[in-house]
């Protein structure tokens, strides 16, 4: 099991991304758009329709931190026409 990290503070004005070096000072400067922000190993910037490992520098609008899981699989390529995996 991957641990990522994010956490849940009470108290107000808390960091939530206290515990991610890589996103601990963006809390602080989220105007700071000169520098890519990385999100953490599994975790994307949802921007819109586009998601990014890392925020593009001079980027602009509204982003979040979310996963993507896709809700499809792809199955092995066979020679036959059977599908080559149960279902």
């Known amino acids: 099991v991957e641990l990522i990290g994010l956490c849940w503070h009470k108290n107000s004005g808390a960091n939530p991304f206290q515990a991610l070096e890589g996103l601990r000072e963006y809390w602080n400067e989220p105007t700071k758009t000169n520098m890519g922000w990385k999100a953490p190993d599994?975790?994307?910037?949802?921007?819109?329709k586009k998601a990014y490992?890392?925020?593009?520098?001079?980027?602009?609008g509204s982003c979040t931190l979310g996963m993507i899981r896709p809700f499809f699989f792809t199955l092995p390529r066979s020679e036959s026409n059977l599908l080559g995996a149960p279902l």
Do not use: A, V
């Open 53 to 60: 490992s890392e925020l593009p520098r001079k980027w602009k």
């Open 42 to 48: 599994g975790i994307y910037w949802i921007c819109g």
